[in-house]
């Protein structure tokens, strides 16, 4: 406050400070002015951005890959609607992530006043906790209490509405009102023996690994659990990943529009380690699934689990485990010979994977935002492992996601490289927020791989209708566009070229932009 006493938005910083919370992405509007006063006399980091949407998916991204709650920040009205993307995509995916909106004076809330809406009851139906923040001494109650929720037993996003009559008022630690004392939310405990007896039982045993396990922190548990077992892993297509490292035992991703290896059909022990019951598992009804295959869930005590099954029984396993690794390889073989079929025609999609997987070796944040790209990284780049620091997504299957991504990806990971491979649609949704991650030294690698379309609406197009319908579009020379807001654009026509310059970009600090013109084809 400008008589140096403490206000609302002051006291707000303050909570989120003593939670971890380093930064805020956000959009500027006249509701949020005190609360960004109180980020900068408080220290507390503003990450601008020029839509709504790549806030949200800041702290979306940021949640799906940390497991620690995003927040993001923006003004009242269409600016909630607009933040609201991202808070359903990380609805989908159960990320925890904090949408803080604000709004005109709850004191004249329902009368009319300027973009009066109920904000609450639009992101309610998203949100683990939404609710007004209406009493100033309730601040730190209602905010501990949103955090709570968005990263307890079942993570997942929140909301909060902030007033400005609330954010002006005066506040102070000694009369906030305390946490509310509520009985932690806890997982259910797994039932290890009666998952062992049933395992022991079996003669083909899957697990589908799902993004619960790697909120729940047990993917490393998981996968050795299944490594020292023979048991087959599969992950559902745009899952948060669980296997970081290549690993015998992973056999691909399920759920794919253009398919994937035939396993889950033949399973006759089906274990869903955090995988949701939907139309990537074919709801696990048949034909999807044997109609006598026994399903299970299981998400947490791998340990407890290794306890109780023992060990020198599951040698049994190994052929099955081989078949699976066998059809694996033979459709990512069937993959690479249709691209090389496609690639006939020019530079194609398969000569980018094949220079990530390149690079692979500097253990790069990888994100994929696109249709049909997405398709070739995911049947390619995630054959043998699906790690959990490479990001899609998720499971709402939205594009455009990708910008605010990658600074969700540079905020966490500072040191690290990131490389986005993005269609040249996805692209477009955000791409004046090049300029803002630029500015703001949010520097990455962004590869655009250019069909002139939406690829994989296209293909499906032509294949029942026989021409595309409204699903091409004309060209854009990304590299030159990129210069534009200030980061850097190089053009890649030549396969080599585009190792040549990815090596390049992933040294420099900006932003760079890699246009890859290729012939279009699904896997």
Not at 53 to 66: K, P
Not at 396 to 412: C, E, N, Q, T, Y
Not at 488 to 496: F, I, K, L, M, Q
Request: glycine letters at 12%.
């Amino acid at each position: 406050m400008m008589n140096g006493g403490m206000n609302g938005a002051d006291l707000l910083v303050r909570t989120l400070k003593g939670h971890g919370v380093e930064w805020i992405a956000t959009l500027c509007g006249h509701g949020l002015d005190p609360l960004f006063q109180a980020a900068r006399s408080g220290g507390l980091r503003l990450v601008d951005t020029r839509n709504e949407q790549t806030a949200a998916y800041i702290a979306d991204a940021y949640g799906r890959l940390t497991r620690k709650a995003g927040v993001c920040a923006v003004s009242s009205g269409v600016a909630h609607v607009n933040a609201l993307a991202g808070v359903a995509n990380a609805w989908f995916d159960g990320a925890p992530m904090l949408l803080i909106s604000g709004a005109a004076a709850a004191a004249t809330a329902g009368m009319g006043h300027f973009q009066d809406m109920n904000q609450v009851t639009l992101a309610e139906p998203l949100c683990r906790f939404a609710r007004v923040i209406d009493h100033p001494e309730r601040i730190v109650q209602i905010v501990e209490e949103a955090l709570g929720a968005a990263t307890g037993g079942a993570p997942g996003p929140v909301h909060l509405t902030f007033p400005m009559d609330v954010q002006l008022a005066p506040a102070a630690e000694t009369t906030a009102v305390a946490p509310l004392r509520r009985a932690a939310a806890r997982a259910a405990d797994d039932d290890a023996a009666a998952v062992a007896a049933a395992l022991k039982a079996s003669e083909k045993p899957v697990v589908v690994a799902g993004s619960g396990v790697f909120y729940a922190d047990r993917r490393g548990e998981m996968v050795r659990f299944c490594e020292r077992h023979h048991i087959p892993v599969i992950t559902p297509i745009w899952d948060r990943g669980a296997v970081d490292h290549a690993s015998p035992v992973f056999v691909g991703v399920a759920g794919a529009a253009t398919g994937g290896p035939e396993v889950l059909h033949e399973a006759d022990c089906i274990l869903m380690a955090g995988a949701a019951t939907d139309y990537r598992v074919g709801y696990l009804q048949p034909p999807a699934v044997r109609a006598d295959a026994r399903v299970l869930f299981f998400e947490r005590n791998w340990s407890l689990l290794g306890e109780a099954c023992g060990s020198g029984w599951s040698s049994a396993w190994q052929g099955w485990l081989a078949d699976c690794a066998g059809r694996r390889d033979e459709f990512r073989r069937q993959v690479e010979m249709r691209a090389e079929e496609q690639a006939r025609r020019g530079l194609h999609a398969i000569d980018v994977i094949h220079a990530i997987e390149t690079v692979l070796t500097a253990d790069p944040l990888l994100l994929f935002d696109g249709g049909s790209i997405g398709q070739w990284a995911h049947q390619l780049l995630c054959s043998n492992r699906y790690p959990g620091h490479w990001l899609t997504c998720g499971r709402s299957g939205v594009v455009g996601w990708g910008i605010g991504g990658a600074m969700a990806a540079r905020l966490a990971y500072p040191e690290r490289p990131v490389i986005l491979l993005s269609g040249d649609g996805a692209f477009t949704f955000n791409v004046a927020d090049l300029e803002c991650a630029a500015r703001q030294g949010l520097g990455f690698v962004a590869i655009v791989v250019d069909d002139l379309g939406w690829g994989i609406t296209r293909t499906g197009h032509i294949r029942q209708f026989g021409e595309p319908i409204a699903s091409s579009l004309g060209p854009i020379a990304f590299d030159q566009l990129a210069c534009s807001p200030g980061a850097h654009g190089v053009r890649a026509t030549e396969p080599s070229r585009i190792l040549e310059e990815l090596r390049v970009a992933m040294e420099r600090p900006e932003v760079t932009v890699i246009h890859v013109p290729v012939v279009g084809g699904n896997p």
